[in-house]
C-alpha cells in the first residue's frame, strides 16, 4: 500500500515530481461552508516559495496555485478541493551526472532500490518541490482551525550551532501566550528565528558554511495554541503520535520532541509533572502551572499549548566533493553536487511543518465530533 | 474515528482496560503458513510482565496468553488471530481516591475532556497494561521477520542521568554488528543496560530516587539489523514517520530520533552524509561507511542498521504530594499517588518498543511486494 | 491487506472459526455514553442461533456473549468494546471427508487456493458461524442508532419459488409505516416472514426439498425507518454501495438490490422519479410521493425509509451426490455431504443482514457528523 | 470521513464537478515499470465521452487527458499519477431555473440536506462527468491487469425492456470464451449490445421514449477473464462485496447480481451448485462444470469468468412535467428538466462499469500478494 495520503478525516493526497509538469493536492474531507478562495493558499506558498533570501536556493518559481474543484460561491462545499501549481524553472539537464551516482544522504539510492526505477532529475518525489501539496493541503487546514479558535506558528530556535534564548517549554499558560508576537519576530528576518540576538550569528554560521561548500542544520519549533482539551485518539492514533508521524514525514527531519522531549530523561517526575489548577477568573477551566507535557497527556491534548520540536539536518545536497557508487558500472565513484540547494533548510521548513501541525489539528478536530453521543 | 488499530497490510487491534476482565489483540494481515504457537507469544510477554525485579511494579500477573483464533495446525492461516489475556491481579479499590482527582502527568484529566466519563481504575484504557496486546503483536510480527532474516533488539542507554557509553550511530556497517551479543547483554541485568559499568549507577538512581517518593526517566534504543533495502513508502508512510508515530503512541515517550537524531542539528552536511560504497566480498551490494541516517533516506531503508532512540519521562505515579483539582467539587485539591507503579518505565518498554518497531518492519516488508510489477 | 474490519468509524473487526475454540468481534467507535449491557448483544444473538426449528441446522450453540471491555458501569467509555462467543458444539470428525475434497458451492476450493493452507473443520473462518461477530456489532450499532430515532427490520419475501404478496417500494411514506408490525408478524414464525397467507407454504417447499437432500434458495427484505436526509459519503462511499458491500459479504447473497431494483430497469423515468412533496402538518420537511429510490440519491439518504432486498442462493451443503475433485489424488471425485446444515438460509440470514445494515448506518451517521461547520 | 478515495492497495481519488475547471484522478499504488501513455488512457475516455450517438447527451467534451506526474520515460514510477480533463463544454445558465427546486430522481435535494449548500450546475459533483475520473483510474488498472493475462469487457443486454438472447451464465467454461469477439460485437454500435438481433429493437424503444419526453433504463454485464484462482479478502472485502460496491457506486445503478444473481432465489442447491472437474489437458488446474457462482465462493475468486450484472435506472432527467418542492419559497412547485442529457444511460455507463470492475481486480491482485509467506 502506498503512502501519498495523509489523515482520515480532514486528508490530503499529494503528488508530483521536481520536474515533471507540475506538482499538486487533493483535500478530501474538509467540512462545506468554510470560505476559501486562492489567496488564502498563496499566502502560505509564498511563505515556503524558493528563490527569497541568501539562505534559500535560487530556482525561482512563481508557485502560483490553482484551485479547480471543491469551492462554490466561495465557500467549500464538502466536495475534493483540487489544487495544483505548475513547475516552471525546472534545468534537467544540471543532473544528469548523477542519474546513475546516488548522492550521499539523499534518497537517489533507496528510490531507486524500492522501485527499480526513478526519476532522478531534481530528486523527483524525493524532491522539496513535494511540499508544495503540503503546504496548499494545510493552508486549508489552517483556516478549519481558525474557525476553532487556533494558530500554528513555527519558528527556528537553533541553526548552524547557534542557539536562540527562546524557550516555549517553562510555565507558558494557555491564556498569555501572544502566537501573533512570536510569528512577527519570526517572518521578518530570513533565518526565522524570532531572537533578535541570534539572527545576525545564525546568518553568519550559514554563510561560513555555504563558502566552504557545506551545510548546517538547525532546529525548529512549531507551536500550537487555542487547542480544545480532548483531541487524539488513543491508542495508535494519540495526536502526539500523529504530529511526530506527520513531522518526521518532512525530508531532513531526524527528531521529534513534544514539550520538555529529550530532556525528560534527565528529569524527576516531581519535576516533569505539570500540576493542575483551575484557572482564576474561569468558570472552572483546568490549566496547568507548567507545561513540560507540551499540551498533550495520554496522547489527548490538555488545552495547554502544543508544543513540537523537530532536529533538521544539514542539507545533503554540498558542492564538497564526496564518496559514492557507480550503479551502472560498479564502481566506487565521486560527485561534486551541482544544481541550487538551499545552504540550511530550516528556515524554510517552517511553513512545512506548520501545515503539517495544522493538518493533524483539523483532522482530530473533526474525528473528535464522534468521541460521544449527540447530546 | 477511534485509534485503536495499528499497521495497514499486518495490522493489530488492541482492546482492554487495566481493571476490566481481560486485555488483547487482534491480529490481521499475517500471511498464511507462518508457524506460530502460544509459547512463541509468552516469551515477550514474560519479558514485559510486571512484578519481576526492583524497578518494576509490584503487581503480579502471570500474563498467560490463549491464541482464540488463526491458527490450525500450528500454522498461521491467513485469517484473524485472536489473542488474550486475562487480567488477575487489579486491586481497584486503591484508586477510589483519584476518581476526581486526575493525577499530575497522567491521562486523567484528558481522558475525562475527550470522552465526558472515564474508567479510573489503574488509568482504564491509558494504563500501561495496554501494552500486553502491543508486545503479543508484536511477536507475531517478529516471528514473520525472522523469515526475512530481520532481528529487533531494545535495551536502555540511559537512566536517572546516567548514561552508558553503548553508541549504535558511529560507523556501524550492518554485517558485523552482533545483535545477540546486545540482546544478552541487555536481558542479563534489571535496567535492560548492555553496558555492564552502568548497571550499578542506574539501579542506585533508582533507589534513590524512589525512596524520595519520585521517579526517574530514561533514554532507549532500538535496533533492527537485517532489513533489506527498499521498504517504506513515501511521501507520508515514510519509514521513519511510521517508526515515529509508533514509539510516539507508547505513553512516556516524548522524543523519537532516528540515526544521528537531535544531534544532526550540530553537524555540518558533509558529516552527516554517510559516503557510499560497494561492500568488499559482496555481488555489488551497496553499502554505507557510516550510519547518521540511522537506516533511513528519504523515508524508505537503506539497508543499513535501523536505530531508533526515545526519550523516555520519569513515571509520573509518585507517592509525593502533588498540586491538582478536585472536578466534582470545584477546588484545588493535592493527592499522594497509592497504589504499585514501576519507580522506573525505560526497562519494561523496551520490549514494547521492539514489539512497536517490529510491527511498522512486518507492515512495510508486506507493502513492499506491491511496489514493483512481477516478474 | 486483509479484509476483516468493516467500517471507517464505526467499525467492527470480526475473528474466529468454526471449529476454532470461540469467534468474536471487536468495535473500535462507538461514542462513550451509550448506554449498553451484555443483554442487549445476546437478544440480537438469540435470534440468529443454530437449532431453533427445523428450518435450521441442529448444531446447538448457546451462545452467550461475554463482553471483555468497552464498558464502565454499564455505559461505553469510547474504547474497544470486545465481544467473544465460545464454540461448545463442534463436531470436527464430521469433516475429515472433505479435507481434500472441495464441496461444490462453498469456499474450500478458494480458501485453499488463497491461501495455500485452511482449516476444513465445518468450513473454518468461511463458516457461517463467523456471523456471530457480525451479529454481537450489529447490536451496539442497533443501540446507537435507536438513540437517533432509527430502527431497522429485516424479513423474508420469498422462499423456495413462494413469493408472499409483502412489497415496501410502493409509495411509502416515512411516516405511515410501522416497522413494529413488520417485525412482530415475521418474528412470529421460522421462515421469518410477515406474511400469514405465504408460510406455510414456505415451510412445505423448505420440507420437501429437504426430502430430496436438496436446498431451497430465497429472498429477504432489510427496511431502515427513521434515517434523516443527508447521510452517506459520495462518490464512493455512498450510502447505496456501503449498504452493498455490506449485504454481499454475507455467505449466499448473489444480489443487492436498492429500492424498485431490478425493476428499474424495465421502468420509465416518469414512473421511477419520486415526486417531491412538502409533508402536511410539518414546518417545511421535505417527502417523497412514492420511494422507488428506496431512500437514497446520489448516496445519500432522503428521509424516506431505506429499502434493500438480497438474493439467497440455495444451502450449498444438499446430501445428494456431488461431482468434485481430490486435491491429493488428482482424480475427479464424488461427496455426499454429512455435518449439519441449515436447509434454508433466508431465516437465519435475516438477523445478519439487519446487524450489516445497522453498521452502514451507524457509521455514515457518524461520518455525517463531519460534513459541516459547527454552527 | 469523506468518500472520495477508492480501493486500498490500489487506489484512485477523484475529484471535480460538472461546471467547475476541471476533473480528475489521482491514482496511488500502481507498481513501478508499468509501460504508460496518456494514450493508454484516452482510449478509455474515448468510449465515455458524450456526444457520440443519437443516444448520448449532446454535451461536446474533447476530453484529452494530461497526466501531471507518476511517469519517466514512459514506464510508472510507484508515485502517484496526477490526471486531469478540463471542462469545456459547460453551460451553466441552462440550470439556473433548479437552484432552488431540486430535480426528482437526482441528488439535489440529498446534497443540499447533506452539506448545506450545492454548486447546482448540471448537478455538481453528482454529475456522471465525476466518471471521467474512475475511467482514466481505471484504465490504469486496465493495464496492469493486461500483464497478468485479464481482460474486462462489458456490454448492454436489456434495455428500454428489449431483452438481449445474450447469457454469460450458463455453463461458460473458462478457457472457451472469446471475450474479443463480445468486445467486437458490443462496440459496433451506439446501444453497446452484442447481440445484433436486438440492436434496432433497442434504439427504437429509447427513441420512442425520448419523444415523449421520457427515458429508458436497462441491464449491462461486466465479464472478466483470466482472473487467476485465490484474490478477494474475507470477510468483509470479499471480491464480490467489493465489486457490489464499486458497482452501486455509479449513479443510476440500483441492483448488483453476481452469477446467477436474483435467478438463484428460485433455483436448488442441485441445480446452483457448480461441479469441480479437472480441466482436461491441464496439469491438474481445477475447473466449474457450470458457473452460477458468477466466478466468487466464499468471496474468492474460484479462475472462472467474473460476472457481474447491473440494473440501470431510466434518466432521471426527462422534459416531462414533475412535481417538486421550491426551498426557498416554501412551497409545492412543478419543472420541466432542459439540458442535455442522455436518453438512456445503459450504453455509456459500460466503459465506467469496466473502470470500476477493473480497479477493484487491481487492488485485489495487489493485496493477493501478501496472503502467503513469501517462497
Known amino acids: 500500500m502506498s503512502g501519498n495520503t495523509f489523515g482520515t478525516q480532514f486528508r490530503i493526497t499529494t503528488w508530483g515530481e521536481s520536474h515533471g509538469p507540475a506538482v499538486g493536492v487533493v483535500v478530501d474531507g474538509c467540512p462545506a461552508g468554510l470560505p476559501l478562495s486562492e489567496a488564502d493558499i498563496q499566502v502560505d506558498l509564498d511563505r515556503r516559495r524558493p528563490g527569497q533570501s541568501q539562505v534559500s536556493t535560487s530556482r525561482s518559481e512563481e508557485d502560483m496555485v490553482e484551485i479547480l474543484s471543491g469551492i462554490f460561491e466561495g465557500r467549500t462545499m464538502g466536495t475534493p478541493i483540487s489544487m495544483i501549481v505548475r513547475n516552471k524553472d525546472a534545468r534537467s539537464s544540471a543532473y544528469d551526472d548523477i542519474r546513475n551516482t546516488p548522492r550521499p544522504g539523499h534518497a537517489d539510492y ?51 550551532g547557534i542557539r536562540s534564548s527562546i524557550s516555549s517549554i517553562s510555565a507558558v499558560p494557555a491564556h498569555s501566550l501572544k502566537i ?3 510569528r512577527s519576530a519570526a517572518e521578518s528576518n530570513p533565518v526565522r528565528c524570532p531572537d533578535q540576538k541570534a539572527i545576525a550569528l545564525m546568518l553568519q554560521a550559514v554563510e561560513e558554511s555555504r563558502k566552504e561548500g557545506d551545510s548546517v542544520g538547525g532546529v525548529a519549533e512549531i507551536l500550537a495554541v487555542g487547542v480544545p482539551p480532548g483531541i487524539g485518539e488513543p491508542v495508535f492514533d494519540k495526536l502526539d503520535a500523529d504530529l511526530a508521524k506527520a513531522l518526521m514525514s518532512i525530508g531532513a527531519v531526524k527528531a521529534v520532541e513534544i514539550g520538555a522531549g529529550i530532556e525528560c530523561a534527565r528529569m524527576r517526575g516531581s519535576g516533569m509533572n505539570d500540576p493542575l489548577a483551575f484557572i482564576k477568573g474561569t468558570e472552572g477551566k483546568v490549566g496547568f502551572e507548567t507545561n513540560n507535557a507540551g499540551g498533550i497527556l495520554g496522547g489527548i491534548s490538555t488545552g495547554a499549548p502544543i508544543l513540537c520540536r523537530i532536529a533538521v539536518k544539514p542539507t545533503p545536497s554540498i558542492s564538497k566533493m564526496q564518496r559514492t557508487v557507480d550503479l551502472v558500472t560498479g564502481d566506487d565513484a565521486e560527485i561534486e553536487i551541482k544544481g541550487r540547494h538551499d545552504p540550511s533548510i530550516p528556515p524554510r521548513i517552517v511553513p ?7 493538518l493533524v489539528l483539523a483532522d482530530h478536530l473533526l474525528r473528535q465530533r ?6
Open 180 to 182: 501573533s508576537d512570536l
Open 110 to 160: 533507496t528510490y531507486q532500490a524500492k522501485y527499480g526505477l526513478r526519476d532522478h532529475r531534481g530528486g523527483g518525489r524525493s524532491s522539496a518541490r513535494e511540499t508544495v501539496g503540503r503546504v496548499a493541503g494545510g493552508a486549508v487546514a489552517r483556516k478549519l482551525l481558525a474557525q476553532a479558535g487556533i494558530d500554528v506558528v513555527g519558528y527556528v530556535t537553533e541553526l548552524g
Open 370 to 375: 464522534s468521541a460521544r453521543l449527540m447530546d
Open 352 to 358: 512545512v511543518a506548520e501545515a503539517m501541525v495544522a
